[in-house]
């Protein structure tokens, strides 16, 4: 592997690290902790049932925002592995 080639490989590794690393951070100082009623109340913590649970999650496809958000993690899945095996090779 010539030289340039694996400084810029390390280059944007570390790039992209420090930007997970920095989103991680700054949710972790942004985010609002969340309300258990449940608890609040004194009562026990019951999970809802499955059936509910996959019906909630599939109403949620009804939102034309959430199907289109659905292909931003797909397209960066994509430009990964292609990244990813453009660097393997040789």
Do not use: N
């Not at 080639?5 to 997970?20: D, E, N, P, W």
């Not at 609040?40 to 996959?54: A, D, I, M, N, W």
């Amino acid at each position: 592997m010539p030289v340039r080639t694996a400084l810029t490989y390390c280059g944007r590794f570390h790039v992209k690290a420090g930007s997970g690393v920095l989103a991680v951070l700054m949710i972790a100082a942004f985010l609002e902790p969340t309300r258990d009623v449940q608890r609040q109340s004194g009562g026990e913590k019951k999970s809802p049932p499955v059936r509910s649970t996959l019906l909630a999650t599939f109403q949620l496809y009804r939102d034309k925002r959430l199907c289109l958000l659905i292909l931003l993690p797909l397209y960066s899945g994509l430009q990964q592995g292609f990244l990813s095996s453009e660097y393997t090779r040789v």
